[in-house]
């Protein structure tokens, strides 16, 4: 999640400024939901800080127990991998909540960050992605905008480069299942490879690596 491929992705790739094909409207499943075109045109500071929050709760994995929770309310019948998949959704978003730094709980930040010593600077670890988790997301929506491209990427739930940062060490076998993995755009993963770039070049930093 493109340079250094910090969230496992199985190729970088392309930095792309097109425009979004599917609905103009981005990601409207669930309660968490983006700015509509209608909205952004009618009161541009109100939808600038909807995005904001469906951004941010996207982020730490909330948005994605909203979208598969909206999914399978949608269905007649709910099956056994359908309960898993929702369960993994609730998991990735605790484990992303409860990595944050103590000032994103509203807390001070501690001069240790996360408090986890990191002796090593991250690398991604080969196979990061499997290919059963890439066909996986292909024809779904993006789980940060909504739109379907032709080609998807299994982006991790919980960015693998965060996930070493915060607790000092990756679940390989987490990492390569199915559930850990949601779709994403070529163009959302290319800009959030970037900001996890960014995040890794910090973290380097302030662990002195």
């Known amino acids: ?27 409207q499943r669930g309660i968490i939901r983006n700015a509509t075109v209608e909205l952004k045109r009618q009161n541009p500071v109100n ?8 951004d941010v709760l996207s982020g730490i994995g909330v948005n994605g127990f909203d979208n598969k929770y909206a999914e399978l309310s949608s269905k007649s019948s709910v099956t056994t991998k359908d309960k898993l ?20 709980k509203g807390g001070k930040v501690s001069e240790g960050g996360s408090g986890v010593k990191v002796e ?30 032709g080609k998807m990427y299994a982006d991790h739930k919980t960015p693998i480069v965060v996930e070493h940062y915060e607790t000092g060490k990756i679940d390989k076998a987490r ?18 490879g970037a900001e996890m770039s960014r995040y ?10």
């Open 47 to 54: 939808a600038f800080f909807v995005d904001l929050a469906h």
């Open 175 to 192: 990492m390569r299942a199915k559930e850990s993995v949601q779709p994403q755009c070529p163009t959302c993963s290319s800009k959030q």
């Open 85 to 104: 998949e929702l369960a993994y959704t609730v998991f990735d978003a605790v484990l992303a909540i409860s990595t944050l730094p103590e000032g994103g």
């Open 1 to 27: 999640m493109f340079g250094e491929d910090v969230n496992g992705g199985p190729e970088d790739p392309p930095v792309m400024s097109v425009s979004l094909r599917g609905n103009p409207n981005g990601d």
């Open 120 to 149: 090593q600077a991250y690398k991604r670890p080969n196979n990061a992605t499997t290919k059963a988790q890439r066909a996986s997301v292909q024809g779904q929506p993006c789980v940060t905008c909504g739109i379907s491209e």
């Open 200 to 209: 890794s070049k910090a973290k380097k930093k302030e662990n002195g690596l």
